[in-house]
């Protein structure tokens, strides 16, 4: 589930930067710098879309100008029992392995259901669903509701568990 958030964000750049096209050059700027980056505050940036520039100074310790803006940007931030349509990235023995929006990846546990059978010879997982076999493999796309976040400061990421829906 995405959602539209206004990020305030301070930065540094060249005073080249000053020219007739500035809010192009800075919305450029920062999607350079924020686009798909994630924090623990906002989640995973997914799109930039407004931006207004605050203020601008010249730093006193260099030539530096210093910018505060505000974005507008489209976010992913995971909260336990979000819904997601998620495409299967990696099957093996203890789960699944899903990505979401190509940016975020959620784990699946095996034992997240007691019916999950991992097939080894053709790297899938089978199981029972409404009296029907269900088998999923590499690429395919499933419905998944996340059961556990965290987030990681060392790789700047959200840890995320989830089951099959």
Partial sequence: MTETRTIRKHFQTLPGILTRELNTEIKALVQELEM???SKRNGYI??????????????ESN??????IDY??????PRVGSLYTA?????????????????????IPTSSNANFVFDSDLNRIKYKKNN???I????DLVRISVTGVQYNESTL??????VLV
């Fill in 36 to 38: 798909g980056c994630c």
């Fill in 46 to 59: 997914l799109e930039i879309d407004d931006i207004n520039i605050r203020s601008c100074s010249v730093s």
């Fill in 63 to 68: 030539s530096f100008l210093n910018f505060d």
């Fill in 72 to 77: 507008t940007a489209i976010t992913l931030k």
């Fill in 87 to 107: 495409r299967v990235c990696l099957i093996f023995e203890m789960g699944i392995l899903v990505n979401v929006a190509e940016i975020m990846k959620v784990l």
């Fill in 132 to 134: 029907s076999d269900v």
């Fill in 136 to 139: 999923i493999d590499n690429g």
């Fill in 157 to 162: 990421s959200f840890n995320c568990y989830g």
